[in-house]
């Protein structure tokens, strides 16, 4: 079905990456395309944000660099590749524009409507959301079969994953293209339909569920991440991996689900994880969450 019209669909080549937001995501985002020799217009609304943005790209290959992966006219060269910008009109002749700016649907709304006056008729647009409708979004498009969902996850430059995400107006060509050039930045494709948490977050969301229910249950935090890191061998357990994913994005990646798709996803009373963040313990962060980091 599907993954044979997939393979028939025109693919757009693509040269030139435009990324929104500079912040976390859209750096790492604007590296990786950078690193794999693709021209990069990476734009923010504030410049502190596009200095943190490149910072972050030359820590990453300094890293390279001293463990002799990165050679100096490859940092010079993926450094080149990134072109910060505070001017909209600086992304018009991008082919690609990743969309990474806060998890706002109206900021996103706006700034994907702007992004479609500034771009060629055939660019394609992505948006990097990690819990807002793609359909939603699509709403917001006058030309909804070039958009589609492009999530990348958190440290993008470690981590294979892209899931890109089907809305109901995307056309095959734009996913196709897509898949391209996800492969051109050496990422690991997926092709998922529009649902709330998308493929990994459907996982990874109620077994956090899980591990609140056990603690409610009066487990021993401590106790659950050493069976799951040092006896049942996952990298990380399940209170450190909120650590790292914050508590605000977590509890609102859950709240979204449980309203999203209730039956799939109950909202569970008294939410360690809610209260944490009520109690601002974001995680990492801000060096406290279940566990302390200073
Ligand atoms: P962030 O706060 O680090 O960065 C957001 C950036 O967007 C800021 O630099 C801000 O100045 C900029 N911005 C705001 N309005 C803008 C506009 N109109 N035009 C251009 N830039 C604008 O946020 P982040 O963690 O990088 O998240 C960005 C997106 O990526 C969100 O949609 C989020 O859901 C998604 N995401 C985040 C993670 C994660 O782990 N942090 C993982 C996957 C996806």
Redesign the pocket.
Known sequence: GKGKKLAKAATKAVNQHAV???????GGIAYQGAVKGVHTVM????QP?LDLGLSEASKILSKGMARGKVDAKKMASTLNNIVPTLDMNAIKDADLVIE????NPK?KAS?LKETEQTVAKDAIICS????ISINSLAQSLEHPERFCGM????PVHKMPLVEIIRGEKTSESTIASVVAATLKMGKAPIVVNDCPGFLVNRVLFPYFAGFSKLLLDGADFTAVDKVMEKVFGWPMGPAYLLDV?GMD?ADHAAGVMSDGIPERMQKIENDPVTLLYSNQRLGQKNGKGFYNYW
């Open positions: 929104l937001g500079a912040g976390i995501m859209g734009k923010d609304i504030a944000a990474a700016v806060v998890e900021v700034v990097n959301t990690s819990t999530h990348f996850f958190n994913v994005t």
